[in-house]
Every structure is written in structure tokens, then in C-alpha cells.
């Protein structure tokens, strides 16, 4: 799969938001089952680590994106 390099920082931002709402949602009183939310943000956080990963493979995207791989 392709990913242009356009939707690459909406894509990490839309990231940073979901581990921020779900990390917020996990310490919340109203969560009856932690351990679901805290497999999810696993996988948010590996889908991201990822992203980076492929995005240091280019240096000219690295250098527009990093400020992104910051939560």
C-alpha cells in the first residue's frame, strides 16, 4: 500500500489525538474494561512507530514530519 506523502502528517496527527483521547479515556471512572482500551493504544502506538519508521527511510520527509512524532 501507498501512502502519499500528503495525508502523512494528518495521518500522525490523527494518531497523537487517538492515543491522547484513549490514554484520558483509560484513566477515566466510567471505563469498566482497562485492558481493552490499553490493547488498542498498543496498537495505535505500533501503528505509529511504523509510520516512522518507513518516513526516517526518507530524510526530506523526516525533516517536514518530525515535529509530528511528538504526542
Known sequence: MQ????WLATIL???NDSIKYNDTLRNSETV???EDIEEWLMQIFECKEYLQEEIMKQPELLCKLEKHFKI
Open 3 to 6: 501512502i502519499k506523502d500528503d
Open 32 to 34: 469498566t474494561d482497562v
Open 13 to 15: 496527527c490523527a494518531l
